[in-house]
């Protein structure tokens, strides 16, 4: 085997390979494919590491609210929250915020 052939045996095992990973048909959309899944993790990384900062304000919120007598969770504030992620990102934002505030309950 040649030089050339080699080189050209190992570029199409990795598009391949590339394609495989992707679902892609084409090496080019599987560097489309690649390039926008690097784009989600990295974002994926900044809403995880926006949501432990949430986290940690709720937890100086609480407890606030326990120091001064009051309940763990204010019931009302957390329907307005409800009600912006519904209003912002339809249906499937009120399910999220759920989970937000799921998360920020308790950590005191």
Do not use: F, W
């Not at 598009?15 to 784009?39: C, H, L, M, N, P």
């Not at 809403?47 to 609480?62: D, F, K, P, Y």
């Amino acid at each position: 085997m040649t030089a050339t052939t080699a080189t050209s045996t190992t570029a199409t095992s990795t598009t391949a390979t590339s394609a495989e990973k992707t679902g892609a048909r084409t090496s080019e959309a599987a560097d489309v494919i690649t390039g926008a899944r690097d784009r989600i993790d990295a974002l994926d990384d900044r809403i995880i590491g926006l949501i432990q900062e949430r986290m940690a304000v709720s937890a100086v919120i609480q407890e606030a609210r326990i120091t001064s007598g009051g309940r763990r969770v204010n019931l009302a504030r957390e329907l307005e929250v409800l009600g912006h992620y519904r209003d912002a990102l339809g249906k499937p934002g009120t399910g999220l915020a759920m989970t937000l505030l799921e998360l920020c309950r308790g950590r005191v």
